[in-house]
């Protein structure tokens, strides 16, 4: 008996404790280099010196790591929303910021860096810029540093590609960005060049949402014990980016750039037909997923625009009038109101309510409603043009007035607004890609990440709009097989 309790507790502790939960965090890795970003020579795996800060800091708590997409721009949202626990993706320790979230202790400190043409000269600091067009990005340090100027014609940009590729075209006289961007995306481009002084001071930091002092007294712990041990210097110096000014670094032997060096190589310019064609077909799988997150978010989304369309024009067609009344304020109200304003309300605003939807189900109700108003239109043409005497017709034969919409009315109507459902679909089809705000990489998110990886448009695009064109081409062809029938049910009804 003893030997049997014996061995029964060194199998309990053998038994390993529950894994705690990964640590998720939100980072934007459309044109993030060399922030968070996919690895060009491969596309499905995840690279950047700040995820492999995380991910250092996840492995010292113990914890493996989750990255959770998200637009730049909906990072903090994210954070209070409770999408993931903390937010890293080259966020700015400011004022505004720290109104709204808490940070860990800065993990680099660098500046704000302006950017020219190769024949420019004279436009090297920021009283020089005075008249002149700069680009930026919006809602950044730099952006409220060029504000403050107001002799300078500020232009904000959502990627930091779109403004370098804009001064290459002369459409703006320089760019105002942080020193790593400009390194990543200016530097290597033979038709600019990194001029002036440094302007300006800023430092990154790990975000938290409010009141989470005890993950960030670890994750503080965590980038103290890096910063001591030369962790987080060797990191930064395999992406080339521990100048002088990276602050508040233990030194330790130099570590060669590396990832900087596989940065370049993989974003060379494609010398061959061949090379490029390669480079399109590694493409090919992350564009069949996103065509297939696409469809489906459209499937479901077009499904429930009909039943909202039905219900709301019976409601305005044979409801009680109160009831009308309420249909018509949804339909104008939704119609009258933009669908990205619509998006952000559910997927951000609901849950001051709350109300929380995940990414996908949010996207599927805000497409799904927004249509549904346009669908309640239609379906009230169709059934307008029913005459009344066949639901009079009906209601004498001992139908109740449900059962003649039901039976009669509905599917004369329905088989009328076929064609323009169709066409509908296709439209939200395209209107999809407006979800790639609320984390979700459909088609047009992976245009956005390819193009801006590979500084490639042209080519990407054609890939992008040729998914479209095969995901659309089936409904064009129901929407006008439904045309020719009904055209012919017409005709024949005449003789």
Known sequence: MRRLLAACCCLLLAVPARAEAPLRWGADAQSGAPYVFHDPAAPSRLTGFETDIIEAVARRLGRASLMVQNDWDGLIPGLQRGLYDVAIDGIEITPEHREAVDFSI?????????????????????????????????????????????????????????????????????VLLDWPIALYYAAPDPRLKLVGAPVGDLAYGIAFAKRQDGLRGQVDRALRDMQQDGSLR???????????????????????????????????????AMDRLRRYASFLPLIARAAGLTLLVSACAMALAVVVG????????????????????????????????????????????????????????????????????????????????????????????????????????????????????????????????????????????????????????LLIGAAYLLLGLPFVHLARLAERRLARGVGHGRH
């Open 310 to 461: 039905l219900a709301l024009a019976i409601a305005r067609r044979y409801g009680p009038r109160p009831l009308a009344l309420v249909a018509t304020l949804a339909v104008e109200i939704v119609r009258g109101t933009p669908l990205l304003i619509q998006i952000l309300f559910i997927f951000y605003g609901l849950p001051g309510l709350g109300i929380r939807l995940d990414p996908f189900l949010a996207g599927v109700v805000a497409l799904g409603l927004n249509y549904g108003a346009y669908e309640a239109e239609n379906y009230r043409a169709g059934l307008q043009s029913v005459p009344d005497g066949q639901v009079e017709a009906a209601v004498a034969l001992n139908m109740t007035q449900m059962q003649a919409l039901r039976h009669v009315v509905v599917p004369q109507a329905f088989r009328l607004v076929l064609p323009v459902m169709t066409n509908d679909f296709i439209s939200l089809l395209k209107d999809s890609s407006l979800v790639s705000v609320i984390t979700l990489t459909e088609l047009s998110s992976t245009y956005v990440r390819l193009s801006t990886t590979y500084f490639d448009y042209f080519g990407t695009g």
């Open 234 to 272: 060797r990191i930064l110096q395999r992406w080339n980016l521990a100048p002088p000014h990276a602050a508040g670094l233990a030194p330790g032997i130099a570590a060669p750039p590396s990832a900087w060096r596989h940065y370049l190589a993989a974003t060379a310019p494609s010398p061959g």
């Open 106 to 174: 800065p993990y680099y400190r660098t500046f704000e860096q302006i950017v020219v043409r190769r024949d420019q000269a004279g436009l090297d600091s920021l009283a020089s810029l005075h008249a002149h067009v700069v680009g930026t990005l919006k809602a950044s340090l730099a952006d409220r540093i060029l504000q403050g100027e107001p002799a300078i014609a500020v232009r904000t940009y959502d990627e930091e590609t779109n403004a370098y590729s804009d001064l290459a075209l002369h459409r703006l006289d320089a």
